[in-house]
């Protein structure tokens, strides 16, 4: 009887084992990893964390052509630019997929050790970027590495789902619809038959939380915005047409309109960006349309970002 209940627990212990290496997906994610032990699905992004050992693993899904172009960027002069210095660097087969996985030291005011993977499916890119702040408390080289090779792709996931996943609600969207999520924290937004728009021949709207602390408020903050809406890539020769900080709904708020031209098309655009404040982060909302068209989507643009509420941590 007693070798009976040892094999018995024999398997039901192999049983666990097997399921512990199965690899967990985050909400509405494509990617998903056997964690480290003790890292949990983050609910600030789209990946794992643990607190404590000051320890995060980031999964960022891009189309399966983007895969070639990553990897070319991923050059020791490069990555030292984005606070990576390269100590170790890695060509993976795993299974049907490949990969390749660089490792070294954060530079900067940060200690720590970094990696970085970039890993290609059939129909998605997969990048993975992990980090361990501090010493030597944290998680080993062995471990982070473990866990990043045991990356898994997954079928598509619908719009539906990815926006379920957000880490905010929405409202009334106005009439717009969503076609594209990024990164587990942000959604594009538009109205209209085309899935892909070019010169803005559609109003565009984009919605993006960010877990990061924001500055005081202040000046700051109207500096922060206007930094914010001029790093947008797409857009060039901005002129503002106001810019101004208020409180609404018990939260701070600043909100910049300008005009400004769409970089590929030279089509003049209006563009509206507002961000409200939160202690511990903020969502940004930045809605493009074309001139003739400024003044029924910009109402609709601040309708949606109003119905916006955050989901508790």
């Known amino acids: ?36 032990q003790d890292m949990v699905v983050s609910r600030r992004f789209s990946g794992f964390e643990n607190e ?3 320890a995060a693993i980031n999964l960022v899904e891009m189309p399966a052509q983007a895969y070639e172009q990553l990897v070319k960027g991923f050059s020791k002069e490069a990555l030292k630019r984005q606070g990576l210095n390269e100590t170790s660097r890695e060509t993976l087969k795993l299974g049907d ?8 030291t954060m530079q900067g005011p940060v200690e720590g050790r970094k990696w970085v993977m970039a890993v290609k499916g059939q129909d998605v890119t997969g990048l993975i970027i992990a980090q361990v702040r501090g010493g030597a408390d944290g998680y080993s080289e062995a471990q982070i ?10 079928g598509p996931i619908s719009i539906q789902e990815q926006v379920s996943a957000m880490p ?51 000046d700051q903050r109207n500096q922060f915005a206007r930094a914010a809406l001029n790093a947008n890539q797409i857009l060039k020769e901005v002129k503002l047409e ?5 409180r609404f709904k018990g939260q701070d708020w600043h909100e910049i309109v300008a005009r400004a031209v769409e970089a590929e ?9 507002t961000i409200r404040f939160e202690p ?19 109402r609709r643009f601040r309708t949606v970002i109003d119905g916006v509420e955050m989901n508790a941590y």
Do not use: H
């Open 97 to 104: 997929k490949a990969g390749v996985l660089i490792g070294g």
């Open 145 to 154: 590495r473990e866990a990043l090779k045991s990356v898994a792709l997954r």
């Open 168 to 218: 905010f609600r929405l409202g009334d969207l106005a009439g717009f619809r969503p076609v594209r999520a990024i990164s587990g924290n942000s959604v594009l937004f538009t109205d209209g038959p085309k899935d892909t728009i070019k010169a803005v021949e559609q109003p565009i709207l984009i919605m993006a939380a960010s877990p990061g602390a924001a500055p005081p408020a202040g």
């Open 242 to 246: 106001r810019s101004e900080s208020f």
């Open 280 to 298: 511990n982060r903020y969502v940004r909302m930045v809605g493009l349309t074309r001139v003739e068209q400024r003044g029924e989507n910009l």
């Open 265 to 273: 098309s030279g089509q003049p655009v209006v563009v509206m960006q």
């Open 1 to 36: 009887m007693k070798a009976f209940a040892a094999a018995a627990l024999g398997l039901v212990l192999s049983a666990q084992a097997v399921f512990a290496a199965e690899p967990v997906f985050p909400p509405a994610s494509r990617i998903g990893i056997v964690p480290p």
């Open 52 to 54: 404590e050992k000051a």
